[in-house]
């Protein structure tokens, strides 16, 4: 039986997956009729892969499983280091996304291009890191690592609680049951999400659902479909989705 923080590391790759494919998709298309709800997403986009993956993700490997790897399996040492110096340039990339894309909201279109640019580049990056995470240093650590090194790393994961795995419990903070901000503006916009699964891209190897946004004043429900089914809510049940997230992270036109 592999250790949880295996199953948890895997499972976080797979929602910065289908997030960061997301956000790809959502550059491509661009703001259309909608620009204020368009930038409003992008924003949480960006604010999500701060949140976890920078601030508790990374970490954890960094300071809990890379070394122990490194120590017992000599050969991932390089790789490790790279993997390390990926990490400590995370915030600082996020940070630039999240500077040009207020440049291109705020001054038009001229500055889109050079969003889109490095909004590419950032996610060939952080998928080939997790490309190698998977097929070198997870293996390796199955391999090397005692029971007992994996029942301190098991419970630094376990308390990650990341809200689009849907498959642990949510940190309160982000609970879908907790009353939204005391503000009318919370009202009005609602998001349908549409997911199918795909490899993101093929030669990651690493599977998870592509999600297409698009906005709705009407609708009063949530909908989130994947190869495996169709679900629809009615709004404010709590869902451990993307669309739980972004839903609650963005102000409304009501």
Avoid at 194 to 222: N, R, Y
């Amino acid at each position: 039986m592999e250790p949880s923080s295996i199953h948890i590391i895997r499972d976080e790759h797979t929602a910065l997956a289908a997030m960061l494919r997301s956000l790809g998709m959502m550059v491509e298309r661009g703001p259309g009729a909608h620009p204020q709800n368009y930038f409003d997403v992008l924003r949480a986009m960006l604010f999500y892969i701060d949140e976890y993956p920078e601030r508790l993700h990374h970490p954890k490997e960094t300071e809990l499983l890379f070394p122990k790897v490194a120590e017992r399996a000599p050969e991932t040492a390089e790789l490790i280091a790279q993997l390390d110096r990926e990490h400590a340039m995370g915030e600082a990339n996020v940070r630039q996304l999240q500077h040009l894309l207020l440049a291109w909201e705020l001054l038009g279109e001229s500055r889109r291009e050079a969003f889109a640019v490095a909004t590419k580049r950032f996610l060939g990056f952080y998928l080939e890191h997790m490309r190698l995470e998977e097929t070198v240093i997870l293996p390796a650590a199955l391999k090397v690592l005692s029971a007992e090194d994996w029942q301190t790393i098991d419970a630094a994961f376990e308390t990650n609680c990341d809200p689009l795995t849907g498959k642990y419990p949510c940190d309160p903070v982000y609970d879908p049951h907790r009353e939204p901000r005391a503000s009318a503006d919370w009202t009005g916009r609602r998001l349908i999400w549409c997911a199918h699964w795909a490899e993101v891209p093929p030669s990651t190897g690493i599977k998870a659902p592509v999600m297409k946004l698009a906005c709705s004043e009407a609708t009063k429900t949530t909908t989130l479909a994947t190869s495996s089914g169709r679900a629809t809510r009615p709004m404010g049940m709590p869902a451990a989705s993307l669309a739980t997230l972004l839903e609650r992270s963005l102000p409304t036109n009501a």
